[in-house]
């Protein structure tokens, strides 16, 4: 099939470009663009006033399978994802069972090759069973398809084996993707440790238990030369140390959620567990970070951190509920809505944070409509308005606390090679 | 009737006029209590569920009592933490409580904001908060402030000095933010490791040292120790703790003559109090238990607007 998009405003920050043309997709490959007659048997879409932007990376997703299908399945996180706009997804390994072998690697790889909607990219475990005591078989997981390794969702514990993980990982050139908590300094807590806690009487997380962990990190990255990401980056302080690191040439990415650039814990009013997540909503001059360190590339790059919970688990006490969520269908409006409509960021700096920058880190052979490059597209209408309804989310799960936000920025087209996995009708 | 109808969640939720109602309608109450027979009609055919998921004995009786001295019916559902590990959710507890068609649910529990999500799923009655995690305990305010009133007939400028284990006590929190509405200077005492951030937020004033905090203080509220806490490294053993922040004749001196002596109880004799302070000419103690009942049956009659028949 022969795809012309025709007139949108292509911008591409691998080629530093930002225009107004048609954009041609050949056999599943980006054969042009510029001013491109079309001929009868091409699909044309109309695409003007609309962004054409390389494919969007989400390197931070929960799709629960296998496991916890009553969350989320393969099937099901694959048309979240199509939906919102995003070509490509990385998803975490800590399944039931966990991703830490090839064979749960080949998996997770057969079955969305079977569902055939979005590219999806494994990480697999750090250590056997996420536990934190033996590395996991990297180089088989890394010769199966992962593209990553993190024990997402614990952390690394123990300072000794991020740095043989961060050592082992230049074997491959893959990123070690941490989420930075030190237990015992997190110890029960199930919001941030601050004002808002005080007020709520409920145990806080110290954001020491973060800071620890992103101090650590740049440390051993600095003397490993192993790529450390920071996992959901959330304070003030942590993106301080990337900003550091950054300067001193250490390999130290990080990714933010939309979620920590638009709220802050001062928005958990009502034990509304819908506002639960880890790490936590920080104090809003944390979010003020946030926002000048997407601007300033201290950020990488912009990652959902979509965990699906059924409402079983969210029907709960803010202490006992689940942690996260969902984040797919509502990323690309909140980015478009407080960054773009805000005039925080230009449009060529959000699809860098969304896929010129993840593709970098990941090397995944997408992020580029440079001609030849596989066809993955997302095409935004910036001034079409949503009113998010949970019920019609494409996802299993209805966490999320954005339900009837009024956001603009729409994904209306989604193609992975060259086929097109998702459109909006207007 | 400005409480009828509504929910008992904290004290936040209170403006000064509700608190003031509550006790001048907690005073009419304890007339009943010196009666032969210690009973009214008010609340007859209402029923009034205890719901604990946290053990306690004085609060649930106390409660207890209250409605039975206002006729209500009352049933006493307590659920122990361990028995909750895999059994029914709170909500669905909630659903099965209100398909019994309560006028009220005393809810304690473990967690913060367990009464708010009670209040939030089940329609057609009112939830009393009796203390959820370290949030709130507003019927346990009420009855202090009422014994502050007893003796000091006032609340607005008097000092007022809390001191413990702030950070882990809901019923400091529901007192700092009593006693702010009502005008009180309140200071708050403990060790740093017990104090949590950003407490100044309640508009009260923080010191570590036991001192400052009762030099010509009106009202010394001590909280109780929870002896596990010591585990958790806040502070190094209960000796040293008690040397630090127990109340004794000591330092008592240093507080106004006139000053009297509160605790929520239960008491750690030894601990934050000695035994003869608890006991001797400052304390209040028993005082407080018997506004507890005042209180919560004032509580009771508000919330259902019983008002008209409250003469009979």
Same mark, same amino acid.
């Given at each position: 099939m022969t795809l012309l998009l025709r007139g949108g405003k292509i911008i591409d920050p691998s080629q530093r470009l930002e225009q107004v043309g048609d954009l041609l997709i050949q056999r599943g490959r980006i054969s042009g663009f510029g001013k491109i007659p079309a001929r009868k048997t091409w699909t044309v879409l109309e695409a003007r006033n609309w962004i054409v932007a390389p494919g969007f990376i989400d390197m931070h997703v929960h799709l629960r399978e296998p496991g916890?299908?009553?969350?989320?399945?393969?099937?099901?996180?694959?048309?979240?994802?199509?939906?919102? =706009?995003? #070509?490509?997804?990385?998803?975490?390994? %800590?399944?039931? $069972?966990?991703?830490?072998?090839?064979?749960?690697?080949?998996?997770?790889?057969?079955?969305?090759?079977?569902?055939?909607?979005?590219?999806? !990219?494994?990480?697999?475990?750090?250590?056997?069973?996420?536990?934190?005591?033996?590395?996991? *078989?990297? =180089?088989?997981?890394?010769?199966?398809?992962?593209?990553?390794?993190?024990?997402?969702?614990?952390?690394?514990?123990?300072?000794?084996?991020?740095?043989?993980?961060?050592?082992?990982?230049?074997? !491959?050139?893959i990123p070690v993707v941490d989420h930075c908590e030190e237990r015992n300094l997190a110890a029960a807590g199930c919001m941030n440790e601050g004002p808002r806690s005080t007020r709520l009487g409920m145990p806080g997380m110290s954001r020491a238990a973060e800071e620890v962990h992103v101090a650590r990190d740049v440390i051993l990255s600095r003397i490993t030369g192993g790529r450390a990401h920071i996992a959901h980056i959330s304070t003030r302080e942590s993106l301080e140390w990337v900003r550091q690191a950054k300067k001193q040439h250490i390999p130290v990415t990080c990714e933010v959620t939309p979620h920590h650039f638009v709220l802050s814990e001062e928005d958990i009013t009502s034990y509304d567990t819908n506002f639960k997540m880890n790490p936590p909503l920080r104090e809003p001059a944390d979010r003020k970070a946030v926002l000048k360190a997407l601007a300033d590339g201290t950020i990488d790059s912009i990652a959902t951190d979509h965990a699906p919970h059924t409402q079983f688990e969210k029907e709960e006490t803010f202490e006992a509920a689940a942690n996260g969520i969902v984040g797919l269908e509502t990323a690309v409006p909140l980015a478009w809505e407080f960054l773009i409509r805000r005039n925080l960021l230009t449009p060529l700096r959000l699809v860098e944070l969304l896929s010129t920058t993840p593709n970098r880190i990941l090397k995944l052979g997408r992020g580029t409509l440079s001609e030849g490059a596989i066809a993955d597209v997302t095409v935004i209408d910036p001034e079409r308005e949503m009113k998010v309804d949970v019920e019609k989310f494409k996802s299993k799960s209805r966490n999320s606390p954005f339900g009837g936000w009024v956001l603009h920025g729409i994904p209306v087209f989604t193609i992975v090679a060259g086929k097109i996995v998702h459109s909006a009708s207007a | 009737m400005a409480l009828h109808g509504r929910h008992l969640l904290?004290?936040?939720?209170?403006?000064?006029?509700?608190?003031?109602?509550?006790?001048?309608?907690?005073?009419?109450?304890?007339?009943?209590?010196?009666?032969?027979?210690?009973?009214?009609?008010?609340?007859?055919?209402?029923?009034?569920?205890?719901?604990?998921?946290?053990?306690?004995?004085? #609060?649930?009786?106390? !409660?207890?009592?209250?409605?039975?001295?206002?006729?209500?019916?009352?049933? %006493?559902?307590?659920?122990?933490?361990?028995?909750?590990?895999?059994?029914?959710?709170?909500?669905?507890?909630?659903?099965?409580?209100?398909? @019994?068609?309560?006028?009220?649910?005393?809810?304690?529990?473990?967690?913060?904001?367990? $009464?708010?999500?009670?209040?939030?799923?089940?329609?057609?009655?009112?939830?009393?908060?009796?203390?959820?995690?370290?949030?709130?305990?507003? #019927?346990?305010?009420?009855?202090?402030?009422?014994?502050?009133?007893?003796?000091?007939?006032?609340?607005?400028?008097?000092?007022?000095?809390?001191?413990?284990?702030?950070?882990?006590?809901?019923?400091?929190?529901?007192?700092?933010?009593?006693?702010?509405?009502?005008?009180?200077?309140?200071?708050?005492?403990?060790?740093?490791?017990?104090? $949590?951030?950003?407490?100044?937020?309640?508009?009260?004033?923080?010191?570590?040292?036991?001192?400052?905090?009762?030099?010509?203080?009106?009202?010394?509220?001590?909280?109780?120790?929870?002896?596990?806490?010591?585990?958790?490294? !806040?502070?190094?053993?209960?000796?040293?703790?008690?040397?630090?922040?127990?109340?004794?004749?000591?330092?008592?001196?240093?507080?106004?003559?006139?000053?009297?002596?509160?605790? $929520? =109880?239960?008491?750690?004799?030894?601990? *934050?109090?000695?035994? *003869?302070?608890? *006991?001797?000419?400052?304390?209040?103690?028993?005082?407080?238990?018997?506004? =507890?009942?005042?209180?919560? @049956?004032?509580?009771?009659?508000?919330?259902?607007?019983?008002?008209?028949?409250?003469?009979?």
């Open positions: 916890r299908e009553d969350e989320e399945t393969i099937e099901s996180g694959s048309r979240a994802a199509a939906a919102g =706009g995003f #070509t490509s997804i990385v998803c975490m390994p %800590n399944t039931r $069972p966990i991703n830490d072998s090839a064979s749960i690697t080949r998996y997770v790889l057969e079955r969305a090759r079977e569902v055939g909607l979005v590219n999806v !990219f494994p990480a697999g475990a750090i250590t056997k069973e996420s536990k934190g005591e033996e590395l996991a *078989e990297i =180089g088989e997981m890394v010769n199966a398809g992962a593209v990553a390794i993190t024990d997402n969702g614990n952390g690394v514990q123990n300072n000794q084996i991020m740095r043989r993980a961060l050592e082992y990982s230049r074997i !491959f050139d | 904290g004290i936040e939720e209170l403006s000064g006029d509700d608190i003031k109602l509550i006790l001048t309608t907690s005073r009419s109450f304890r007339e009943i209590f010196t009666r032969a027979i210690k009973k009214v009609p008010t609340l007859r055919g209402k029923t009034v569920i205890n719901l604990f998921f946290e053990p306690s004995t004085r #609060t649930r009786s106390s !409660f207890e009592i209250a409605a039975k001295r206002l006729s209500a019916d009352t049933i %006493n559902f307590n659920v122990s933490s361990s028995s909750i590990v895999k059994g029914e959710s709170l909500i669905d507890t909630g659903r099965n409580l209100q398909s @019994m068609a309560p006028d009220i649910i005393v809810v304690r529990h473990t967690d913060a904001g367990a $009464p708010h999500l009670l209040a939030r799923c089940c329609k057609g009655l009112s939830i009393v908060n009796a203390g959820d995690g370290m949030h709130e305990h507003p #019927t346990q305010a009420l009855l202090d402030a009422l014994t502050i009133l007893d003796h000091k007939n006032k609340i607005g400028g008097l000092k007022v000095a809390i001191i413990g284990d702030i950070a882990h006590s809901r019923v400091a929190r529901s007192n700092a933010l009593l006693l702010k509405k009502l005008g009180a200077e309140v200071w708050i005492c403990g060790p740093p490791t017990l104090i $949590p951030l950003e407490i100044r937020q309640y508009g009260v004033q923080v010191t570590f040292q036991m001192k400052e905090a009762l030099e010509d203080a009106d009202i010394i509220m001590m909280l109780r120790t929870q002896k596990e806490r010591q585990k958790e490294v !806040f502070y190094p053993s209960v000796k040293e703790y008690s040397i630090l922040y127990g109340l004794n004749k000591q330092k008592m001196k240093w507080a106004k003559k006139t000053a009297i002596v509160m605790h $929520p =109880g239960p008491i750690n004799r030894g601990v *934050e109090i000695d035994p *003869e302070l608890a *006991e001797g000419e400052y304390s209040v103690i028993l005082e407080q238990v018997t506004n =507890g009942v005042a209180v919560r @049956m004032a509580v009771l009659y508000l919330l259902l607007g019983a008002s008209e028949e409250m003469e009979a």
